[in-house]
């Protein structure tokens, strides 16, 4: 049985095996073992976070005081996040040595986002939320200025840390003020006592500067500034990590906090998450109208889905929860699809995709399967995630005009996703040599096992969603 000295697998397993990757970069030469070296890690940390999940017990003993606080809800999304690390890792770690040499140190580095994810998911004091936030996003300014050959790469690796780092203050000075302003002077969530009357003004302060600096982290608007030219800039293999798993990681960590910390004053700040939520469907899907670079589109639309996501915070119920694990499954595995396709892609225009059907049949297949998910098309995983997320806001009985706006924007998302999936069927390609790089058997295979768990996830969801429902941790 757990004890409060317990501390879950993912968090020490992912650490030591960054470490692990970090000693193979020094005495390693050969550039394709750290993959393999890399998969072997994540199925090893998956095999004991799912043994976790289903008898609640875990493999290490560490007096937390508390920090850390497990249940069914953030191991399920664990799980999933690793799941998804795992295809990433079987798709797109080859192109991983396209970028640099250093390869088996890229692979480090998404060892320790993922404890910075663990962390993320199931901190239970603010200081954690913090060193989580923080872990997970050091990483990610590394890789995203590691082709240093590429100009474009370092300025996005400037600007997103210079912006991180701002955003990080705005989230250290909230803390503080909540930390100054809660009559048990405490950093646990638990104990951040908040009744319905009239809020402290430090505790209001605090929770504005919080809701900012999450906003900025899961790129709401209007705090989204920063991610078209970071995702634009960054070498493509990371732009697709940071796109799905490290994106779903911020909104549960939005959601943990929002609950468990404000819960009971919901009212009071639920208006300004209506705001955020209306201002990043509308100009995520209307800038995303106009992109001619598909790279750049998915950026703008990855925006767009945070507003679909954010409907999970306005709403903060039952069907909110269900909604944001089946989101993160199905969100971040057709983004990992439809990125591996663009790596492949030697022009990333949308006329670049002309002609696409007749010249790599699978890969067309696959990546109409991914625009139609991300789209929300029934029949896939993407149109039961958004249909929850939609059920979530209805059962609050309040912005109704909100899941109006929701809907709209959704069919706004279906003629730029469709302007992608015209150019692969309908339009000829003018250009003599292949559209894309040489692909593998085993590449398409994975693709097309990609393509079926979205389909399965759009047909029967309950497979994702009992994982909240059927297992021993409360």
Not at 397 to 421: D, K, N, P, Q, T
């Amino acid at each position: 049985m757990r004890t409060d000295r317990d501390i879950m697998n993912a968090i020490i397993l992912t650490a030591i095996w960054g470490v692990v990757m970090m000693l193979a970069g020094a005495f390693i030469q050969n550039k394709r073992i750290p993959k393999y070296l890399a998969i072997s890690g994540i199925l090893l940390i998956l095999v004991a976070n799912c043994w976790e999940l289903y008898t609640g017990q875990t493999l290490f003993s560490v007096d937390l005081k508390d920090m850390i606080h497990l249940n069914s809800f953030n191991l399920a999304f664990i799980s999933i996040a690793l799941i998804c690390t795992l295809m990433y890792f079987l798709l797109s770690g080859r192109d991983f040595e396209k970028v640099g040499t250093h390869v088996a140190e890229y692979f480090a580095l998404i060892f320790f986002i993922l404890c910075g994810v663990s962390l993320v998911a199931t901190f239970n004091t603010l200081l954690i939320l913090f060193l989580g936030i923080e872990i997970m996003s050091i990483p990610l300014y590394i890789l995203t200025g590691s082709d240093k050959r590429n100009l474009k790469s370092n300025e996005a690796a400037l600007k997103y840390f210079l912006m991180g780092s701002f955003s990080t203050g705005i989230m250290l000075m909230g803390i503080v003020l909540i930390y100054g302003g809660n009559s048990s002077a405490s950093f646990y969530l638990n104990q951040i006592h908040l009744g319905v009357g009239k809020m402290p003004v430090m505790i209001a302060a605090g929770l504005v500067l919080l809701m900012i600096s999450m906003s900025f982290k899961v790129s709401a608007a209007p705090f989204h500034f920063w991610t078209p030219d970071v995702y634009d800039g960054a070498p493509t293999v990371f732009t697709a990590y940071m796109a799905s798993v490290v994106k779903v990681a911020g909104f549960f960590a939005f959601m943990r906090l929002f609950e468990n910390a404000f819960g009971t004053i919901q009212p009071q700040w639920q208006n300004l998450v209506v705001i955020i939520t209306a201002a990043t469907l509308v100009i995520g899907n209307f800038t995303a109208v106009f992109q001619q670079s598909v790279k750049r589109m998915l950026a703008y639309s990855s925006i767009a889905q945070a507003g679909f996501m954010m409907l999970a915070i306005f709403a903060m119920n039952l069907a909110a929860k269900e909604g944001l694990v089946l989101y993160a499954a199905a969100y971040s595995l057709a983004s990992i699809g439809i990125f591996a396709i663009l790596i492949k892609m030697k022009d990333y225009t949308i006329s670049g995709f002309n002609g696409l059907a007749k010249e790599q049949p699978v890969l067309a297949f696959a990546a109409t399967v991914f625009l139609l998910s991300l789209t929300g098309i029934p029949l896939t995983a993407g149109f039961q995630a958004k249909f929850y997320m939609l059920l979530a806001a209805i059962n609050t009985h309040h912005f109704v005009w909100l899941v109006i706006l929701a809907v709209g924007c959704a069919a706004i998302s279906a003629y730029y996703y469709f302007r992608v999936i015209q150019a692969i069927y309908f339009k000829e390609s003018t250009d003599t040599e292949p559209h894309i790089w040489d692909v593998t058997l085993a590449f398409k295979f994975l693709l097309l096992l990609l393509v079926a768990v979205i389909i399965i996830l759009g047909v029967k969801p309950e497979l994702i969603i009992d994982w909240l429902h059927y297992f021993p941790l409360p």
